[in-house]
């Protein structure tokens, strides 16, 4: 039996338009390459104001959803520009500005990053996401609700746990320091 609204182990599939504070679009399903989004409900697959403003949805059901930036990316992070010697990148004498590069940090995490600046022996980078300090605005409607199978809840609840695995809490006791190690060039369409 299918379930009638958007609830918890649900599998649900929305078409969306996603727009900035300014109403400027920044991706849509119907838009190039874009795809409805489909996840299982309650694992955090999703920003958590949106996945929060979706319960009790029907199919059918149309909404205009604003996420203010502490549910959705989080807060622009200042600590998150940093320089990096540009000999450290992959090509660089050809770095330019708006060039994205994936770093690892000491831990292991992947760390996504934009030149913002480039200077003779310096680059200056964001590793803030994109969408971070923005109030987004999301125009959804719901297509698909239908309970979710063992295998999708289980690779939802994977994903959570993969996500979550690195929390720092007060007995931390690696080093936080932003220094990435290995840093690659990410394929930009």
Do not use: W
């Amino acid at each position: 039996m299918s379930q009638t609204t958007i609830q918890p182990n649900a599998f649900v599939t929305i078409d969306y338009e996603l727009r900035d504070e300014e109403g400027d679009m920044l991706e849509e399903s119907a838009g190039d390459g874009g795809e409805p989004i489909r996840y299982v409900h309650g694992y955090g697959m999703l920003v958590h104001g949106l996945e929060a403003a979706l319960v009790g949805l029907s199919a059918g059901d149309v909404r205009d959803i604003v996420v203010p930036a502490d549910a959705g990316y989080g807060e622009y992070d200042d600590d998150l520009l940093l320089e990096l010697d540009r000999i450290e990148l992959p090509d660089p004498e050809g770095v330019a500005v708006g060039d994205e590069f994936v770093a690892e940090s000491p831990d292991g995490d992947e760390i996504a990053m934009s030149v913002i600046e480039v200077r003779d022996d310096l680059v200056v980078v964001d590793a803030n996401h994109p969408l971070a300090g923005m109030t987004l605005k999301y125009h959804v409607t719901v297509r698909e609700i239908r309970e979710a199978t063992e295998d999708e809840i289980h690779e939802a609840a994977t994903q959570l746990d993969e996500a979550h695995e690195h929390e720092h809490g007060p007995d931390c006791d690696h080093d936080h320091d932003h220094e990435p190690i290995a840093i690659g060039k990410r394929n930009v369409n």
